[in-house]
């Protein structure tokens, strides 16, 4: 379908609050889904979700606008029919039940230092979790990794392995690798276990300021409003590995229920 942009009747003002649509857009918008300018500027309930939402716009292979959302990993195709007034699953909102939206699947790092005690220790449990049938497709790529090379193609420390079997988690298996600059387009999230393996991933993305993934705390997702860290158990005794197990599982579920709703 050609969109036109040189129709007297384009003319419709974007609504104010719309910053992150530029008005030739909002025009585009208009005449896509109602094949005519809306002369009430006020947006309908098909743009009101997309409107709300960080995302872009590009013509899909239906007679109809696909509309895919940076922050959810959503893609949506919206009707052309002027009389649908359904939200048709575009919105964030509890109250949007529509199935049409479907998610992309994401892609998870976790990081530490070596990768041999923290970092594997999520990827293991985040493995574990994400076999149950509701994740299912939407969970892509899982895999962990050290800021440093200490361990690189060593298996994980005993005492991870032991603390995940002791959990019912039996079939991990991993080799410790270094964290590349490639990861940062490879995966949706990278998770840092403390400040200072944030710091270093923090350094490498400023040296790649385009790459798509997103970096934060793994503590991020506390549960709480203060993020928590997952300090390295390496030096300690048992316990230390069995906290970050129950951290590592405790953001792990946070996170999945925020970003995929599960």
Do not use: W
Not at 241 to 255: D, G, H, L, V, W
Request: charged share 25%; with cysteine; hydrophobic share 30%.
């Amino acid at each position: 379908m050609t969109i036109h942009t040189t129709n007297t009747r384009t003319e419709a003002n974007a609504p104010p609050h719309v910053s992150a649509l530029s008005r030739l857009v909002y025009r585009q918008l208009v005449i896509r889904i109602f094949g005519r300018a809306k002369a009430d500027p006020s947006p309908s309930p098909i743009l009101h979700a997309i409107l709300h939402q960080d995302g872009d716009f590009s013509p899909g292979d239906h007679p109809c606008l696909s509309y895919r959302s940076t922050l959810t990993k959503q893609r949506i195709c919206l009707p052309s029919c002027p009389t649908s007034s359904v939200c048709r699953g575009q919105s964030r909102h509890k109250s949007c039940k529509s199935p049409v939206a479907m998610p992309e699947p994401i892609s998870v790092l976790f990081v530490c230092l070596g990768n041999i005690c923290r970092s594997p220790m999520a990827e293991g449990i985040f493995r574990h979790i994400a076999k149950e049938p509701q994740f299912q497709g939407k969970i892509n790529i899982i895999d962990s990794c050290g800021t440093a090379a200490y361990h690189s193609g060593e298996p994980p420390d005993s005492r991870t392995m032991s603390t995940l079997e002791d959990n019912g988690i039996t079939d991990y298996r991993h080799l410790a690798r270094r964290f590349q600059t490639s990861d940062l387009d490879k995966f949706d999230y990278i998770f840092a276990m403390d400040r200072s393996n944030l710091s270093d991933l923090q350094r490498a993305q400023r040296g790649n300021p385009d790459s798509k993934a997103k970096v934060m705390l793994f503590g991020s997702y506390s549960g709480s409003s203060k993020a928590e860290i997952v300090d390295d158990p390496y030096y300690g005794g048992r316990d230390g590995f069995e906290k970050a197990y129950e951290q590592c599982t405790r953001f792990s579920r946070n996170f999945l229920k925020e970003v995929l709703g599960e």
